[in-house]
């Protein structure tokens, strides 16, 4: 174990490295199928739920209702994601993927924002070179 992230406990450690390990956003059922063997369900989803508070991984609800996670870029921190970028759900491969472009929506006056949820369903680059 490196002692890196030393905050972390073992089967914390666990889950961090898949997500190190796996592109794009995961859903707790992706997760659970890679490393259900050494932990049960109840413990994926604490886990799950305590890095996005911590700002590790944010949270993105598809159009199939299913929860994903995806890893969070440097500027998250405790509560504060920043994470307002588009994310892109392919209909062929079913990945979930955090794009760059980012987005800026001007609110009437006195909305204020805390969370952006912007999905974009179609075909992935990937899929489309096929
Ligand atoms: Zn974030
Ligand atoms: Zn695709
Ligand atoms: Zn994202």
Redesign the pocket.
């Known amino acids: 174990m490196s002692n890196k992230n030393r905050r972390h406990t073992k089967t914390q450690q666990m889950v961090l490295d898949y997500f190190e390990n796996t592109d794009g956003a995961v859903s707790h059922e992706m997760v659970e199928k890679s490393l259900g063997d050494s932990m049960n369900r109840v413990t994926i989803y604490r886990i799950l739920n305590r890095f996005e508070e911590d700002g590790i991984v944010h949270k993105i609800v598809g159009d199939d209702g299913v929860s994903y996670y995806a890893r969070c870029e440097s500027a998250c921190d405790h509560d504060h994601h920043h994470d307002n970028h588009i994310h892109f759900r ?6 979930i993927n955090c794009l760059e472009q980012s987005i800026s929506i001007d609110l009437p006056k006195n909305y204020q924002m805390t969370n952006i949820n912007f999905l974009i369903t179609g ?6 070179k096929e």
């Open positions: 392919c209909e062929k491969c079913n990945s075909i992935c680059a990937s899929c489309n």
